[in-house]
């Protein structure tokens, strides 16, 4: 399965670049998602040194770089299909991501897949997915819970709203939260327990509020 390392200096270019250095064939929105998830803010002045994730363009997912896993197919399958419905009912309500929803003031964002394996990141134990996944640009951010896994403008009847709402029905344990730093961007993720496979999983975005 091909994988993409991450890193600083491929993310600092302008998304056109990275995708085509990187053959990523996805939306320019998912390459702008990953660059403000994994660059540091104009605020934190000191260098920040993190051991990169992967990106696993298949499945248009991130994943820890230091795992000895190989993502099994059935998770990627799955996230597959829950970053497909996420795309579809943003796009069908006019949202730039599903999961940062009418909270964000920008649709230049879009929903990208995460799998952090096993471990314990049910609710309240937000720091260990963002230190899994190498968020360090995020360490010091302010973390908000969500008491609903999406907006209820979503809550609608519809096949991409009954799609994203089936594929959530496997997800036990599951949380929706916020990261917030000093600059004008959130960091949102949903992330729960897959039921078939015990492995942990979900989607990220970034959404802006001014």
Known sequence: MTTIKLDSRILEQDAGTIMEQLNIQSQQATVKTLQVLFLRSSAQLEPIHYNPPIFLPQSQSIAPSFTNQVAPRDITNYLEKLIRAAQQTAESHCYGSFVAGQISESDEFGDVGIWLGEGN????????????????????????QMEDLYDEKLKVDGSETSAIGKLLDNLEDCHRFFVRRQDSYFACFLVGRLKAQGSWCGLASIGVAT
């Open 121 to 144: 990141y049910q609710r309240n134990h937000e720091r260990e997915i963002l230190d899994k996944l190498g968020l360090i640009a995020w360490a010091d951010a302010e973390i908000d």
